[in-house]
């Protein structure tokens, strides 16, 4: 088994050379179609076709030896240490640490995989806002992310996003979709002149580590963000809030150099406000569906609760989508069938902390008796 591992390993580094696939094809003039296409020439698409129908299992067999050995795991995983840089500082690594231990808990609630192949994660010295899951579980989370993200809860839903990835092995799905994508597209256009072999392997060889997701990868990793996070202590409304912040910081540098568009906005993703309006969903369904929120304005059975303030830290939206998050978590739990009360500048909900009340909030009693009054 393991000179198995170690040869298809081999394989699999020419095909993925730290973060690139790589394929290179070749054939002899014969094999190669024309647009006047003869005996010869089909026999040549035919031996073309049979060639690539095994270097198609050879790149599948070289992923999986990746994803699914330690042996291949940890390789990728020192590989990509020393392309992308450690950052070893000890706070926030003890602060990925302690949202690790909690995200893989709550994984592990729903999907006992996760202790089969416990993630190998790394923070990068990228200052990009980033972060990403790839083969064999390996996850890198970007300097620039945690330190434009710094509440644990909005981190948490982050990572919980990548772990939906990992645990679906959406790496190994992206990269033959993509490549199965490759072959039709050039199959298609060889009788007319292309050259299949070349072109395909000209295609692969641009396939990065992270170009393997698509829209619909992107949408069950977000809601299988929100399933995990349902498992833990941090607020459901870290979803939404940390959509709407990228929102924020996309739209600030929206008429810059394009770089933000790409990180928060790129052609397989989601766009940001979309996201964030699927995880307002899911809260307002989590409460049963009791709260809801339109434009930073929460309401309570249809009726108006608060538009909390803008802070020195959070928008109002960002803001509400916290408030929001503890109020769904106050109805699913039942805290609903207690009063509200303020104890110190908190309003509480039974014992569900709701919203704490700072400058340009209406007063905080104000919010409570309307609290009592609709819930």
Same mark, same amino acid.
């Given at each position: 088994?393991?000179?198995?591992?170690k040869r298809l390993w081999k394989k699999a580094a020419a095909l993925l050379t730290v973060g690139t696939v790589g394929l290179t094809l070749s054939a002899p003039p014969s094999m190669v179609p024309t647009a006047?296409?003869?005996?010869?020439?089909?026999?040549?698409?035919?031996?073309?076709?049979?060639?690539?129908?095994?270097?198609?299992?050879?790149?599948?067999?070289?992923?999986?030896?990746?994803?699914?050995?330690?042996?291949?795991?940890?390789?990728?995983?020192?590989?990509?240490?020393?392309?992308?840089?450690?950052?070893?500082?000890?706070?926030?690594?003890?602060?990925?640490?302690?949202?690790?231990?909690?995200?893989?808990?709550?994984?592990?609630?729903?999907?006992?995989?996760?202790?089969?192949?416990?993630?190998?994660?790394?923070?990068?010295?990228?200052?990009?806002?980033?972060?990403?899951c790839t083969l064999g579980h390996v996850m890198s989370i970007n300097t620039g992310l945690l330190t434009k993200i710094t509440n644990e809860d909005e981190i948490a839903a982050v990572?919980?996003?990548?772990?939906?990835?990992?645990?679906?092995?959406?790496?190994?799905?992206?990269?033959?979709?993509?490549?199965?994508?490759?072959?039709?597209?050039?199959?298609?256009?060889?009788?007319?002149?292309?050259?299949?072999?070349? *072109?395909? #392997?000209?295609?692969?060889?641009?396939?990065?580590?992270?170009?393997?997701?698509?829209?619909?990868?992107?949408?069950?990793?977000?809601?299988?963000?929100?399933?995990?996070?349902?498992?833990?202590?941090?607020?459901?409304? #870290?979803?939404?809030?940390?959509?709407?912040?990228?929102?924020?910081?996309?739209?600030?540098?929206?008429?810059?150099?394009?770089?933000?568009?790409?990180?928060?906005?790129? =052609?397989?993703?989601?766009?940001? =406000?979309?996201?964030?309006?699927?995880?307002?969903?899911?809260?307002?369904?989590?409460?049963?569906?009791?709260? *809801?929120?339109?434009?930073?304005?929460?309401?309570? *059975?249809?009726?108006?609760?608060?538009?909390? #303030?803008?802070?020195?830290?959070?928008?109002?939206?960002?803001? =509400?989508?916290?408030?929001?998050?503890?109020?769904?978590?106050?109805?699913?739990?039942?805290?609903?069938?207690?009063?509200?009360?303020?104890?110190?500048?908190?309003?509480?909900?039974?014992?569900?902390?709701?919203?704490?009340?700072?400058?340009?909030?209406?007063?905080?009693?104000?919010?409570?008796?309307?609290?009592?009054? *609709?819930?």
């Open positions: 088994m393991k000179k198995l591992v006047h296409a003869g005996v010869g020439d089909i026999i040549g698409i035919a031996i073309a076709t049979k060639q690539i129908a095994q270097q198609r299992k050879e790149i599948k067999q070289g992923l999986e030896a990746i994803n699914n050995t330690e042996e291949g795991r940890q390789q990728l995983f020192t590989d990509y240490k020393k392309k992308y840089g450690v950052n070893t500082d000890y706070t926030l690594n003890q602060e990925v640490q302690t949202v690790m231990t909690n995200m893989t808990k709550a994984v592990g609630s729903v999907d006992s995989t996760i202790y089969d192949k416990p993630y190998l994660w790394f923070i990068n010295t990228s200052v990009d806002i980033n972060a990403f990572i919980g996003h990548e772990m939906g990835h990992g645990q679906k092995d959406h790496a190994v799905k992206g990269y033959m979709k993509y490549i199965d994508r490759l072959i039709a597209l050039n199959v298609g256009t060889a009788a007319v002149g292309g050259s299949f072999l070349s *072109n395909l #392997a000209a295609s692969i060889a641009d396939l990065h580590i992270g170009a393997h997701s698509t829209e619909k990868l992107e949408w069950e990793a977000d809601n299988l963000a929100f399933e995990y996070m349902t498992h833990t202590n941090y607020n459901l409304g #870290a979803c939404a809030a940390v959509q709407q912040k990228f929102y924020e910081m996309f739209e600030e540098h929206k008429k810059g150099n394009g770089l933000f568009a790409k990180i928060f906005n790129p =052609a397989d993703h989601p766009k940001s =406000a979309k996201r964030r309006d699927n995880y307002i969903k899911k809260l307002s369904e989590y409460s049963g569906g009791h709260v *809801n929120m339109k434009e930073g304005t929460i309401t309570i *059975n249809k009726k108006l609760f608060a538009t909390p #303030a803008e802070t020195a830290s959070m928008s109002s939206m960002e803001r =509400a989508c916290f408030v929001l998050g503890n109020l769904a978590a106050a109805y699913h739990n039942g805290h609903n069938k207690s009063d509200a009360y303020v104890s110190g500048n908190t309003i509480y909900l039974g014992a569900q902390p709701i919203m704490t009340v700072e400058s340009g909030d209406e007063a905080a009693q104000v919010l409570v008796d309307r609290l009592n009054k *609709n819930k």
